[in-house]
Nanobody, 125 residues
Framework: QVQLVESGGGLVQAGGSLRLSCAAS????????MGWFRQAPGKEREFVAA???????YYAASAKGRFTISRDNVKNTVYLQMDSLKPEDTAVYCC???????????????????WGPGTQVTVSS
């Protein structure tokens, strides 16, 4: 059982930055693909970014050019650096883990086995 805990959320003005972290309990962390998803009130959960164990990355169109996903396999942590934040980025951000690879591209949320409780990101205009 992989336990994930996010941190780094908060309130920021439009144009600002936040860095989210997700710490994993799993020792074989490097073998997991990690993803970030978000869910805004009244909306469905949506994919934000993913990174394979070897460092291959994918981004949603809304995140490309503004967000950067990275991982530290020594610290068992995945990060999401979010720059140029917009009010529409306001959501609960969750990290997720799966043993599936990104060989065939982005994985939908139901392909991830483990989820963190999430961290709130609020961007004011």
């Amino acid at each position: 059982q992989v336990q994930l805990v996010e941190s780094g959320g908060g309130l920021v003005q439009a144009g600002g930055s936040l860095r989210l972290s997700c710490a994993a309990s799993e020792r074989s962390f490097s073998s997991y693909t990690m993803g970030w998803f978000r869910q805004a009130p009244g909306k469905e959960r949506e994919f934000v970014a993913a990174i394979s164990g070897s460092g291959t990355t994918y981004y949603a169109a809304s995140a490309k050019g503004r967000f950067t996903i990275s991982r530290d396999n020594v610290k068992n942590t995945v990060y999401l650096q979010m720059d140029s934040l917009k009010p529409e980025d306001t959501a609960v951000y969750c990290c997720a883990a799966t043993r599936l690879t990104l060989r065939f591209g982005v994985l939908p949320g139901d392909k991830y086995d483990y989820w963190g409780p999430g961290t709130q990101v609020t961007v004011s205009s």
